[in-house]
């Protein structure tokens, strides 16, 4: 066996390991499960470590169980929160299952077959007939108040360090994400649960139930990834939209894009090592071509590239790209084969003037009136005249004078108009 661990550590992706994984991975093929919360329809970008961890254990020979919290989901995991979490009814949870089975299928074949073919499993399969009083005889008997409370996600939240304590609800969640690994262990001889660096006292209290449920000889292993933040300590994962999800109906391609395109210098030497399947090699050589031209922005454009046909495709990608070269393009050629939502996307953050249409009646809307009297883009008519003068208003990417006027025909997608002073200032009409 190839070691999957060495290639997990340069990568920055081992934070804590129980003694004996690594030698387990090298000895043979092991199926490995990773939990995923339910909390959503879809998975934004937080949750592609572990979606790359389990494509790298495919990699590596090792069997990716893929598990979707359906019967957690209904508790809330306790671990980094410092509230309790709203409840799901049915209806959500299941919407949210069927949304997560979605995205986890882009990533892995869960119909492939063979031993070490992916797998998909959804823990409310085996918790729904689960009694309570079964559930208390089998698995609360088996792990103590005390081992459970020394838990630092109990401890903070029950010494007022964060929030107002803890139900009894939350605080058996480690018990129930806990006989998932026992499950696991028992009907896909799983031997290793993986997870954030957060899941460390869940995943160890998974480990001592499959011993005290079996025998004190039964394997069980455990190992964390470091939760990833940005250079400067904030979350990662969330743009000032808020978060950058897998799916393109909640975060589009080109935003997606985007998004690591403008990651900063020290996060994208970082990110490059995480989020893609690079080889060392390669990414080392990046790096130093990087580290030559900043400027160039080598790293950002490969990490941008690697990740997004990862996640959407080739051609999802390429469309972004294209996006993005449409807006520094000189003419409006490239802009107007754009669809709508990719054109405001492409502009999003600029002034929009909302005009309705009778301003076009007659012979159309003049320029002074496009730039300040009718909008406000310019303080005074006798600053855009004077813009106008000095040949800095374009129109469509097009320099236009005071004479011109605006109609029907300068409408992109029959509704936009998209002026231009000097280089850098945009602005958007939008004929309703």
């Known amino acids: ?39 959503s329809d879809s998975l934004h970008i937080g949750s592609l470590v572990p979606i790359i961890l389990l494509v790298h254990l495919k990699n590596f020979g090792h069997r990716p169980i893929a598990l979707v919290g359906g019967a ?4 809330g995991d306790p671990s980094g929160k410092s509230d309790e979490r709203n409840l ?10 069927d949304g997560i ?21 959804n823990n409310y399969d085996w918790m729904k007939d689960f009694s309570f009083i079964a559930f208390a005889r089998d698995v609360g008997k088996r792990i103590t108040v005390n081992y459970m409370m020394a838990k630092d996600s109990v401890k903070k939240r029950l010494s007022g360090e964060a929030g107002a304590g803890m139900s009894f609800t939350e605080f058996t969640y480690q018990l129930i994400q806990g006989y998932d690994f026992y499950y696991l262990h028992k009907h896909y001889h799983c031997l290793l649960q993986m997870g954030g660096s957060d899941q460390w006292g869940n995943i160890t209290t998974g480990t001592e139930l499959v011993r005290r449920m ?6 069980a292993y455990a190992m964390t990834c470091p939760l990833i933040t940005k250079a400067d300590g904030s979350k990662f994962g969330k743009s000032e939209g808020g978060n950058v999800w897998l799916t393109a109906d909640k975060t589009s391609v080109y935003k997606f894009y985007q998004f690591w395109l403008n990651t900063t210098d020290v996060d994208a030497e970082k990110y490059i090592k995480i989020f893609t399947f690079l080889d060392q090699e390669t990414v080392a050589a990046l790096i130093e071509e990087h580290q030559q031209a900043p400027h160039l922005r080598v790293l950002q454009k490969r990490l941008a590239e690697e990740v997004t046909v990862f996640v959407h495709s080739r051609e999802e990608y390429d469309k ?6 449409a807006f520094f393009s000189p003419t409006m050629e490239e802009l107007k084969q754009l669809d709508q939502q990719t054109f405001l996307e492409v502009f999003e953050g600029i002034p929009v003037a909302n005009l309705p249409a009778s301003v076009l009646a007659d012979n159309g809307l003049d320029m002074v009136g496009a730039l300040a009297a009718k909008t406000n883009f310019l303080s005074s008519n006798s600053e855009a005249v004077r813009e106008l003068k000095q040949n800095a208003i374009s129109l469509n990417k097009v320099k236009v004078n005071q004479e011109y006027k605006i109609t029907s025909q300068d409408l992109i997608h029959g509704k936009y108009v998209l002026l231009q002073k000097g280089k850098k200032n945009y602005y958007l009409i939008a004929v309703e």
């Open 1 to 39: 066996m190839n070691n999957l661990v060495a290639e997990l550590q340069w990568r920055g992706l081992v934070h804590d390991m129980m003694p004996g994984t690594e030698e387990q991975l090298m000895k043979e093929p092991t199926s490995v499960y990773i939990g995923f919360d339910p909390t």
């Open 72 to 75: 957690t989901g209904m508790i």
């Open 88 to 97: 799901l009814d049915e209806a959500t949870l299941q919407k949210n299952v």
């Open 101 to 121: 089975k979605g995205v986890l299928s882009r990533f892995l074949d869960f119909n492939a077959e063979g031993p070490t073919a992916p797998v998909l499993v």
């Open 214 to 219: 079996n025998d004190e000889h039964a394997k």
């Open 320 to 325: 972004a790209v294209f996006a993005s070269a």
